[in-house]
Structure formats: C-alpha cells, structure tokens
C-alpha cells in the first residue's frame, strides 16, 4: 500500500506525467514516539501517539543532486547539518502518524527530484508594446473627457 502512494505522491510532484518516484530506505529513516501535544483528555497523558521522524540527508542513498536540492530548500525543518527534522501528530493513533510521516517526507523528497526549468528572461514584443501604448492614449482620452462640461456652445 505504501508503495501504491508513493507513486501517486510522485505522480503529484512532477504534474502528472509517467514519473519513477524517489524511494528512501526504510534503514535510513529514524522513527520515534512521542507524546502528542494540545487537547486529548486523559489518552494524552498515557498514549505515545505522536510519530518523530529523522532523516539524514548527507548519509542517505538519494542522487547527489536530488541532495544539493533538499539541502538547498529554505525549511525550518531542515537543519544546518542537513537532518529533516518532521513532527507528525495529526492522527489518533501511531500508526497512521508514522504513514503521514514517511508519506510526507516522499513528498517532500519527489519535490525536487526533477530539477526546476532555468527561467529565460523576454521582452515584450514591438506589436505589443503599440497595442499598450494605443490603450493607454485611448483610456487617456476617456478620462480627458471627465471633466466639468463647459456651456459655451
């Protein structure tokens, strides 16, 4: 089922063409439990729900370049030695925080599998650069017109 959804996650990420998706070893994902913060009741106190998950970018067997690109993300969850660092406690129960977890974390790798197109700067064409500026006079008339109507004829 997993790998179902990480190609689907995949599949998102790069806009719905045929893409393989990025798989990260289960081995180099750190999973740990931990207490769920905000309401809850009494299950909060007694029930490690929420899911820790680290995952060391430089250790990890993903192509350097898909590498250069996590590191280079501006995330707050990306730390300064290059460790994701993903909190996951939407759910009630571990086991479904743990599959949020690693399935945001495939999605966050699939993000910057493909590199982003190099963006080319243009210029306005001539032809269009006329159709503004014969837009511009036009609307300039129209509010030349606005002004008080004199009663001299």
Same mark, same amino acid.
């Given at each position: 089922? /997993?790998?179902?959804?990480? +190609?689907?996650?995949?599949?998102? =990420?790069?806009?719905?063409? %045929?893409?393989?998706?990025?798989?990260?070893?289960?081995? #180099?994902? #750190?999973?740990?439990?931990? $207490?769920?913060?905000?309401a809850g009741g009494q299950?909060?106190?007694k029930v490690s729900s929420?899911?820790? /998950?680290? @995952?060391?970018?430089?250790?990890s067997s993903l192509p350097? !370049?898909?590498? @250069?690109?996590?590191? &280079?993300?501006? !995330?707050?969850?990306?730390?300064?030695?290059?460790?994701?660092?993903?909190? =996951?406690?939407?759910?009630? +129960?571990?086991?479904?925080?743990? @599959?949020? =977890?690693?399935? $945001?974390?495939?999605?966050?790798?699939?993000?910057?599998?493909?590199?982003?197109?190099?963006? *080319?700067? +243009?210029? %306005?064409?001539?032809?269009?650069?006329?159709?503004? *500026?014969? &837009?511009?006079?036009? *609307?300039?008339?129209?509010? &030349?017109? *606005?002004?008080?109507?004199?009663? !001299? &004829?």
């Amino acid at each position: 089922m /997993l790998d179902k959804l990480v +190609t689907e996650v995949a599949v998102r =990420a790069h806009g719905g063409g %045929p893409v393989e998706p990025l798989r990260v070893r289960e081995d #180099e994902v #750190e999973l740990s439990a931990i $207490r769920a913060q905000g309401a809850g009741g009494q299950n909060v106190n007694k029930v490690s729900s929420a899911i820790h /998950l680290r @995952f060391d970018i430089g250790a990890s067997s993903l192509p350097d !370049d898909v590498k @250069f690109r996590l590191l &280079a993300l501006n !995330d707050s969850r990306i730390s300064k030695s290059g460790v994701l660092v993903m909190k =996951a406690q939407q759910h009630r +129960t571990q086991e479904m925080n743990r @599959f949020d =977890a690693l399935i $945001r974390l495939y999605e966050l790798v699939n993000s910057v599998a493909v590199p982003q197109k190099v963006r *080319r700067a +243009t210029k %306005p064409s001539y032809s269009s650069k006329q159709r503004l *500026r014969a &837009a511009k006079i036009q *609307r300039s008339s129209v509010k &030349a017109l *606005r002004g008080r109507v004199s009663q !001299d &004829a």
